[in-house]
């Protein structure tokens, strides 16, 4: 990804060349060369495609490098932009894809980082969407929850501060004990979901406090998103003050309730036996009194529920149950068969677990004869597809989507006598989608049944799973439109269509590696930008299966040992993935040297996945290895830190510090990192291809800093060290222009108040 912004006319007063924006990638070779095959399962460098003969390298002049004009003049030709790293950040948080296999627990997120944009002031921008949670419902989770531990401290410390953090796995039944404390707290009636599909939801509550809480109580799940004590502490006040309740749900892991004492406690699930017990005997309550079978009594829905309780076969099913919601289920399909004989025990948990994966084929399945023969309508099968595979997703994607699939893809594969007709009026999202595949109305599961724009809402969010493996595996000639579908997907204009593609790539990854990676991946990573991204995305969706771990690393350092720079590309972005902060080390040492390689000079590629490790968790190795490439004798690599600090530099510190730039926050208490920072900025300022823009973003730290006391200290020590000659002129020039510009700032009228620095030497970090 590359930074995409350039200077306004007002400030081109250098008329530097500048880099260009994401043209950036070298020229391809003259000639072509056999591309990595899959890699085996080991993670060693030897796969099969880490050793081409040489004879099969690309045509270079005599020193061993294309032509430097060539290269230039090529990448002017291929592609204007490489994307936005904001945009696509964004993109991949809310496209969150990480359970690959039906009925199991997800292990973390892709996007396990917190990452918001430099803004400068104003309203975060941050929609929030509520839905009312009916009484009825609330009377439903009050009949059949199950206390957890600590509960009654849960409710002690929610009535007296008002806010409380349950910090637990998804599907630990936190919602139920989140209504339920709220039901001991206010009325049924006056209790809410609250929503963002954006990051910053607690931050946004915070400065629309008055319009947003009123007296009741409210949910708001997190999802994967960290929090701060302070940021609690001042919802605590708000609350109060609208004698309003919050319950937050957060993730154990991102949310740590050791720190946020004494708002936050580890919510763990209930005893899963129980919670089966209390669902099945609501289920039977009144069954006696509707059963046609003369014998049925309430002795024998007792004996009934005690067998199951005490079966083996129950209790092992029981242990590998995934959640609180899937327990709820086993109960229901329990309950159905409570006039089977027990020894079809078995055939009935075997259709419990293949639930999905059965409903997923009756959704897709050839209906019965009809007027034109045994032939579902076109349009509705791959819209059902599309539902399933955007779930969460705005219904436009989900159109565009089922459009692409149904009257671009699928006719170049089938042929129908007659054509069946098209009425417009006969697509009807209800007739459409089946209400079994859809989330009922009254759901109240992350309060998001209410979107505006509506959303695609699956009935349970892992039929998206069971829908990929039966299109796969179940419809043999369906493969080749699936491919050639998600070829165009991320080919489209919408980052976050790309990256929902990327994934559900990747979880075919998952199920056929070898077959996916050579009929798809392979052709997306020596395509353009888009693809290799793309590429990038689905290896590091498979790699959320701990069995493909392996086989992913060993497949990126084939692309890294590939002579194809294409395939270099590809492995630099992949490092910009999940897969490259499993082992840090590696991936600088990796990064470092498809950096110092000139095949890649044209790209930021190495950039974005430098700045996605710097805010993935890896601060500290991140900026030792720029501190390194900034004084390196290599070119590139100075070239690749210039463009990391031009990313990084527009990035906030994390939510509680919105308008600090994260790498300012992190110099600001550590000399080490200060003097780092200067070396990075002077090269960017003094740089023929980056000066514009570097000069641009230090003014807004200037501008950040009048909204930060703390910061706006820093940068009156910094910034003149950073301005030291030869760039003092150039800085003079510039804080006069900008003083007349914002002639508010006071960090700029500060600094341009400071006598000139005479000396020549801008201190240690020259």
Request: proline share 7%; net charge negative; aromatic share 6%.
């Amino acid at each position: 990804m590359s930074e995409t912004e350039q200077a306004g006319p007002e400030e081109a007063v250098e008329a530097p060349v500048e880099e260009p924006a994401a043209a950036e990638e070298p020229a391809p070779p003259a000639a072509e060369v056999a591309e990595p095959s899959p890699a085996g399962p080991s993670d060693s460098t030897g796969g099969t495609g880490a050793s081409v003969p040489n004879d099969q390298a690309p045509e270079r002049s005599s020193d061993g490098r294309p032509p430097v004009q060539d290269a230039v003049r090529a990448a002017s030709r291929r592609e204007t932009g490489d994307g936005d790293f904001a945009l696509y950040q964004q993109a991949r948080q809310q496209n969150a894809l990480n359970k690959l296999k039906r009925s199991a627990v997800a292990n973390g997120s892709g996007s396990a980082f917190y990452a918001e944009q430099l803004i400068l002031g104003g309203d975060s921008g941050v929609e929030i969407q509520a839905l009312s949670v009916s009484p009825l419902t609330v009377a439903h989770h009050l009949d059949s929850h199950q206390d957890v531990d600590q509960q009654p401290q849960m409710a002690a410390r929610l009535a007296a501060q008002h806010v409380l953090v349950l910090a637990g796995q998804p599907g630990s039944g936190r919602q139920s004990t989140a209504l339920t404390l709220l039901a001991g707290c206010c009325p049924d009636d006056r209790i809410q979901i609250l929503h963002s599909e954006a990051p910053g939801i607690l931050q946004a509550l915070c400065h629309r406090a008055d319009d947003l809480l009123t007296p009741g109580g409210f949910v708001v799940d997190l999802d994967d998103q960290p929090l701060k004590l302070s940021t609690l502490e001042t919802l605590g006040h708000l609350a109060r003050k609208q004698r309003a309740f919050l319950v937050i749900l957060g993730e154990l892991g991102r949310v740590a309730p050791d720190g946020l004492q004494p708002h936050a406690v580890e919510h763990r699930r209930p005893a899963l036996g129980q919670v089966l017990a209390v669902h099945l005997r609501r289920l039977l309550a009144g069954h006696p009194g509707g059963c046609p079978h003369q014998d049925c009594t309430a002795e024998h829905t007792t004996a009934f529920t005690a067998r199951m309780l005490q079966s083996p076969l129950v209790q092992r099913t029981l242990d590998g149950a995934p959640s609180v919601r899937s327990v709820v289920e086993f109960a229901e399909a329990l309950a159905q068969s409570i006039h089977s004989a027990d020894t079809s025990l078995s055939d009935v948990i075997g259709q419990w677990r293949d639930r999905l994966r059965r409903l997923a084929k009756q959704l897709l399945q050839v209906p019965a004869e009809s007027s034109h023969g045994p032939v579902l309508d076109p349009h509705r099968q791959a819209f059902r597809i599309a539902y399933a595979f955007f779930h969460g997703h705005p219904l436009s994607d989900v159109f565009e989507a089922g459009a692409v699939l149904s009257a671009t893809v699928l006719p170049r594969y089938e042929t129908r006598e007659p054509a069946p007709t098209n009425h417009v009026f006969e697509r009807e999202l209800d007739q459409l989608i089946p209400p079994e595949m859809r989330a009922s109305g009254d759901a109240v599961s992350g309060g998001r049944t209410d979107d505006n724009p509506r959303c695609a809402r699956l009935v349970d969010e892992e039929l998206m799973h069971a829908v990929i493996e039966v299109v796969w595996h179940d419809y043999d000639s369906l493969r080749d439109p699936l491919r050639e579908w998600l070829t165009a997907l991320v080919a489209g204009p919408l980052e976050r269509i790309r990256v929902r593609a990327a994934h559900i790539a990747g979880v075919l990854l998952s199920h056929d590696f070898d077959s996916v990676y050579r009929d798809l991946i392979r052709h997306w990573a020596r395509k353009s930008a888009a693809y290799r991204q793309s590429a990038a995305l689905a290896l590091e969706m498979a790699a959320h299966d701990p069995a493909m771990v392996g086989r992913v690393r060993a497949q990126i350092r084939s692309w890294l040992s590939s002579p194809r720079w294409e395939f270099q590309d590809s492995a630099a972005r992949a490092y910009g993935t999940l897969v490259g902060a499993l082992d840090v080390p590696d991936t600088l040492w990796a990064l470092r040297e498809l950096g110092s390689r000139p095949e890649l000079a044209f790209s930021s590629s190495v950039a974005f996945s430098m700045s996605w490790l710097y805010l993935a968790g890896a601060p500290g190795p991140t900026a030792d290895a720029l501190d390194r490439w900034i004084t390196s004798d290599n070119d590139h690599l100075s070239k690749h830190a210039i463009r990391t600090l031009l990313i990084l530099s527009r990035y906030g510190a994390g939510p509680d510090r919105r308008d600090r730039p994260v790498l300012a926050d992190t110099a600001m208490t550590d000399p080490d990192r200060a003097d780092a920072l200067v070396r990075l900025w002077r090269h960017a300022l003094m740089g023929q291809d980056s000066s514009t823009r570097a000069w641009d973003l230090l003014r807004r730290w200037l501008l950040a800093g009048d909204a930060d006391k703390e910061l706006a200290a820093f940068l009156e020590v910094l910034v003149p060290r950073i301005w030291a000659r030869p760039l003092s002129t150039r800085a003079g020039f510039y804080l006069g222009m900008w003083a007349g510009r914002h002639p508010d700032s006071r960090t700029i009228r500060q600094l341009r108040d400071q006598p000139r620095r005479r000396d020549t030497d801008p201190g240690p970090a020259s």
